[in-house]
């Protein structure tokens, strides 16, 4: 049975409180009547997304075995085993030149950026910046750059006669704009929701233990009366997970400030725990894309080059010193554990995604997600056969459970220009493209 309010609520609707602005997720009073939700104004829209681990994955711990529909899953992807229905592996693309800054800078661009160490940098618009045009527009933010590492001290050379700056990010605005990604999970949580203040009014609202939803209890009260049930459920279940992230930055933060003498630059709001700073990060990627305040995000889970220790995993080396691992079996090993933890914590993302409804499928269904890297044998820092992954069901565009195998060398530009075609944007080429990649 189905009961029909006469509640009408804007797509758009934004609960507003002192320094707090919630916007809500989809709910079924935002469209009318009886219209099902694909033939109303709010149909699903298309997301998209795009992951980056640094310095490679193992090569022949990555790759599929057997090609086609219904893959053997790789030790290294066995954890998204739940998710095959939802993945597609692309093996074979590459990047067209070796190096860290050049695959960086490349991976998204699917252009060889210029050779310089000065401030005349030139690489290509990257296609999250493309898709944020097309698809971005009509949210508060087009798009999101997340990141966990902090870049402000790189700057002149950072690779073989290339700048610091094609390392630093993913994103180009244009061929000579790169765009900042931000570390910290406050400063993220406040551009989606609203806290102004100077750092000192900040924290006193963080030792009052506040939740920033207390400031808009009335509206919610008045909200929650008027829906049906269904929608009561989806609302609570939105502002729990508000909360929840809200809950550990707030957590992270009483960390941090009791460090400040011993560490005066710590950021506030960054945990201490690398898997909880890349928990939060993907939780407020989530969050934007579940309240339409974002339908394009970027996210570096580490710099190319990182010196990060991963001590969690019982691994004592720096992940950057460890990739030139000079055929050492141990040190393989503690590569391939670590690709597999990166690939755990995406996993829990795509949860997230598949457990969020969204008209009338989930955030994963209606989301493009990109992850890989722009080398694959971080020994040698080869562009060949980087490791490539699609998830989700794009909106029905994406067919899943597939490991497709592109002919030898084929430019990671055409996946890009074949994603192109996926949203709707008509381009010829894109970076150094010579074709499309069949999806």
């Keep these: 049975m189905t009961f029909l309010t006469k509640k009408s609520l804007s797509r758009r609707m934004i609960l507003k409180g002192a320094g707090a602005a919630i916007a809500l997720p989809l709910l079924e009073s935002m469209v009318g009547a009886q219209t099902p939700l694909a033939k109303s104004g709010a149909k699903p829209v298309r997301r998209f997304g795009a992951v980056f681990v640094p310095l490679g994955e193992r090569p022949g711990y990555w790759t599929p075995k057997t090609v086609g529909d219904n893959f053997e899953f790789s030790p290294i992807l066995k954890p998204l085993e739940a998710f095959r229905k939802d993945l597609t592996v692309v093996s074979d693309l590459c990047d067209p030149l070796d190096g860290h800054a050049a695959t960086v800078a490349a991976w998204l661009s699917g252009s060889i950026p210029k050779q310089t160490m000065a401030e005349d940098i030139h690489c290509g618009t990257t296609i999250d910046q493309v898709l944020a045009k097309h698809i971005g527009q009509d949210t508060v933010f087009p798009s999101l750059e997340l990141a966990t590492e902090d870049f402000t001290g790189y700057i002149g050379a950072c690779d073989t006669q290339f700048a610091c700056a094609y390392m630093n990010t993913l994103c180009w605005r244009t061929p000579t704009e790169p765009l900042p990604m931000e570390i910290n999970p406050r400063i993220v949580f406040e551009r989606i929701f609203g806290a102004p203040g100077t750092p000192a009014q900040r924290m006193a609202r963080l030792k009052k233990e506040k939740s920033i ?4 209890q009335e509206d919610l009260g008045e909200l929650k009366g008027g829906l049906g ?34 560490v005066p630059d710590a950021p506030i709001g960054i945990p201490e725990s690398y898997e909880e700073h890349v928990a939060l990060q993907f939780d407020l990627a989530a969050v934007a894309y579940q309240a339409d305040m974002t339908r394009v995000f970027t996210f570096m889970m580490a710099r190319d080059a990182s010196q990060r220790v991963y001590a969690n995993l ?3 080396e720096p992940h950057h010193s460890m990739s030139h691992h000079g055929g050492d079996a141990q040190k393989i090993a503690n590569l391939v554990r670590l690709n597999t933890f990166h690939i755990e914590l995406f996993g829990r993302f795509l949860a997230k995604l598949k457990a969020t409804p969204d008209g009338e499928g989930t955030l994963l269904d209606h989301s493009t997600i990109l992850f890989g890297s722009g080398m694959s044998e971080s020994n040698v820092h080869s562009r060949l056969d980087v490791p490539t992954l699609l998830a989700g069901g794009g909106a029905g565009n994406l067919k899943g459970n597939r490991h497709i195998k592109a002919a030898k060398e084929t430019p990671l530009a055409n996946l890009m220009l074949s994603l192109t075609d996926k949203f709707g944007v008509e381009m010829e080429r894109f970076g150094i493209s010579t074709g499309r990649v069949e999806l």
């Design 213 to 216: 939803l207390d400031s808009v």
């Design 229 to 262: 049930a269904g929608d009561r459920n989806r609302l609570s279940d939105y502002l729990d997970n508000v909360r929840q992230i809200e809950k550990q930055i707030q957590n992270a933060e009483k960390r941090a400030a009791t460090q400040l003498t011993a």
């Design 314 to 316: 019982g691994i004592t």
